[in-house]
Nanobody, 117 residues
Framework: VQLQAFGGGLVQAGGSLRLSCKAP???????????MGWFRQAPGKERDLVAN???????NYADSVKGRFSISRDNARKTVYLQMNGLRPEDTAVYYC?????????WGQGTLVTVSS
């Protein structure tokens, strides 16, 4: 069982993308009470937490994306979103979603976001 992220692509600097991640049916029952996070891993770098959202909707962001990215969730759809605006070349990475605390067995393949300058 993996959490699959979708919505990546190639975009010019300043552009926008919206990522989504839907919990598989087998783990959908734990989605609503869980904190969810978006992570990213750039080439040659560690995987870092970009944003997270609690079950009640409280959000937190890495300093590098504050004011540009917005995380949200739809508990009825068991889906978490990441709206990315004002994209920069340094945002280029593979983006993943996961629970917080991280459930290592649920890492998916991620979705690649490439921002051209």
């Amino acid at each position: 069982v993996q959490l699959q992220a979708f919505g990546g692509g190639l975009v010019q600097a300043g552009g926008s993308l919206r990522l989504s991640c839907k919990a598989p049916r087998t783990i959908s029952s734990v989605f609503n009470p869980s904190t969810m996070g978006w992570f990213r891993q750039a080439p040659g770098k560690e995987r870092d937490l970009v944003a997270n959202i609690t079950s009640r909707g409280t959000t937190n962001y890495a300093d590098s994306v504050k004011g540009r990215f917005s995380i949200s969730r739809d508990n009825a759809r068991k889906t978490v979103y990441l709206q990315m605006n004002g994209l920069r070349p340094e945002d280029t990475a593979v983006y993943y979603c996961n629970f917080l605390p991280v459930a290592r067995d649920y890492w998916g393949q991620g979705t690649l976001v490439t921002v051209s300058s």
